[in-house]
Nanobody, 115 residues
Framework: QVQLVESGGGLVQAGGSLRLSCAAS????????LGWYRQAPGKQRELVAR???????YYADSVKGRFTISRDNAKNTVYLQMNSLKPEDTAVYYC?????????WGQGTQVTVSS
């Protein structure tokens, strides 16, 4: 079983920065992909960023140029550096890890951006 623990959320003013972390533990031998999703009240969950085991990355258009996803393989940790935050970035952010065609989700961390 794989467990994901997220941290780094909080309250920040528009234009500020936050870094989210997601540490995976348990029966992890090979991670296929690591991703960050977010869900705002009344909105559907959306993919924010993803990084594969080949280090290729994907970003949603809404965050491209502002967010950066990275990983530390030795620590089984994925990060999301969020810069130039906007009020519309306010949401609960979830880490997602895929291991051998099975997906695991973090508990979610609240990010609130004030104007």
């Amino acid at each position: 079983q794989v467990q994901l623990v997220e941290s780094g959320g909080g309250l920040v003013q528009a234009g500020g920065s936050l870094r989210l972390s997601c540490a995976a533990s348990g029966s992890i031998f090979s991670i296929n992909s690591l991703g960050w999703y977010r869900q705002a009240p009344g909105k559907q969950r959306e993919l924010v960023a993803r990084i594969t085991n080949s280090a290729s990355t994907y970003y949603a258009d809404s965050v491209k140029g502002r967010f950066t996803i990275s990983r530390d393989n030795a620590k089984n940790t994925v990060y999301l550096q969020m810069n130039s935050l906007k009020p519309e970035d306010t949401a609960v952010y979830y880490c997602r890890v895929v291991v051998v065609h099975r997906e695991y989700w973090g508990q979610g961390t609240q990010v609130t951006v004030s104007s």
